[in-house]
């Protein structure tokens, strides 16, 4: 079993950051060896990848996101971060991180995140 708990949303205005945390545990986990995603959902839209981070730290973006976001790892704190930056109203969505473990996937509470105009 895996374990994650994502904080940091909260309200912001537009232009604001925002850095989100997922901090993971399991007894079978070793997270310095699983990548790491951040996925959001707003109302009446689908899920989607914000960004990956590979266990060797190699990071992809959302297009939406590209060069607003950045995704990083601690694997000594078990945590992967998203820093947000200049945000928009079009950001406002809850944040998951997921990862998996051989063939499962495992999914945090999510965070809100909401951006005022």
């Known amino acids: 079993q895996v374990q994650l708990v994502e904080s940091g949303g909260d309200l912001v205005e537009a232009g604001g950051s925002l850095r989100l945390s997922c901090a993971a545990s399991?007894?079978?986990?070793?997270?310095?060896?699983?990548?790491m995603g951040w996925y959001r959902q707003a109302p009446g839209k689908q899920r989607e990848l914000v960004a990956h981070?590979?266990?060797?730290?190699?990071?992809t973006y959302a297009d939406s996101v590209k060069g607003r976001f950045a995704i990083s790892r601690d694997n000594a704190r078990n945590t992967v971060y998203l820093q947000m930056d200049s945000l928009e109203p079009g950001d406002t969505a809850v944040y998951c991180c997921?990862?998996?473990?051989?063939?499962?996937?495992?999914w945090g509470q999510g965070t809100q995140v909401t951006v005022s105009s």
């Open positions: 997921k990862t998996s473990q051989g063939y499962r996937e495992y």
């Open positions: 399991g007894s079978t986990f070793t997270f310095s060896s699983n990548a």
């Open positions: 981070i590979s266990s060797g730290g190699i990071a």
